[in-house]
């Protein structure tokens, strides 16, 4: 079935830091796929989406890449700060129904 | 004013009483879900509707009950509340099912069952 598996946390990282949260999926047909950040005390908010294979979303300085051939769509932030921290959930909606959601990557970034 | 607001936003109750969480958006969308979050386990899917007519059960809908008073409220019910279905509890939307289609999410609700 339709599933999504990302990196398990939690990871601590220090300000100005790379950041790659890996996300890998099983679908069938053509999904679109999510990052979602939730931040303490918060429900979830859009971070960014592609919608086809090789797009690339993007939005505050992480970007992820819609890979089909590796199943994959990791995200990055080339220097991450201190407000980044936060729950990071990867997603899919297979074929226009429900949503699937990986576990969550919680990220802290220390000064 | 928020798009999806949720009711109550934290509630503690004891076994066997009986819940309502209520979920309103004033984004027009049609489609309406429940989720809920546990630490380690991420999003579950409990039940959802595509329009006012229409209830589906999701990955874990034991336990639960929904209705759907109008298109733009959603209600969970907790009929007999049990220790473990203590969680945070999250009401999304959507537009349709088109490719790119975003949920957006309610602030939660936080329950405790003791």
């Known amino acids: 079935g339709d599933s999504v598996t990302q990196m398990e946390g939690p990871v601590t990282l220090s300000e100005e830091a790379f950041l790659t949260i890996n996300c890998t999926y099983t679908?069938?047909?053509?999904?679109?796929l999510f990052w979602y950040v939730q931040y303490p005390g918060e429900g979830l908010q859009l971070l960014l989406k592609?919608?086809?294979?090789?797009d690339k979303g993007s939005n505050k300085g992480f970007e992820a890449t819609y890979r089909k051939e590796t199943t994959s769509f990791h995200l990055e932030k080339g220097s991450v700060q201190v407000s980044d921290s936060a729950v990071y959930f990867c997603a899919l909606i297979p074929t226009g129904n429900q949503f699937y959601f990986g576990t969550g990557t919680s990220l802290t970034v220390i000064p | 004013d928020a798009d999806v607001t949720q009711t109550p936003r934290n509630r503690i109750t004891k076994t066997g009483k009986r819940i309502m969480l209520e979920c309103s958006q004033t984004k027009g969308h049609d489609r309406m879900y429940w989720y809920r979050q546990d630490p380690g386990l991420g999003l579950r899917l409990i039940y959802y509707?595509?329009?006012?007519?229409?209830?589906n059960k999701g990955e874990i809908s034991d336990g639960y009950s929904v209705s759907r008073q109008a298109q733009a409220k959603f209600s969970l019910s907790l009929e007999s509340a049990i220790p473990n279905q203590t969680a945070l509890y999250f009401c999304?939307?959507?537009?349709?099912?088109?490719?790119?289609?975003?949920?957006?999410f309610g602030p939660g609700t936080r329950l405790t069952v003791l």
């Open positions: 679908a069938t047909g053509y999904p679109s």
């Open positions: 592609a919608t086809k294979a090789d």
């Open positions: 999304a939307t959507s537009d349709s099912g088109l490719a790119g289609a975003e949920q957006f």
């Open positions: 509707s595509f329009d006012v007519k229409d209830i």
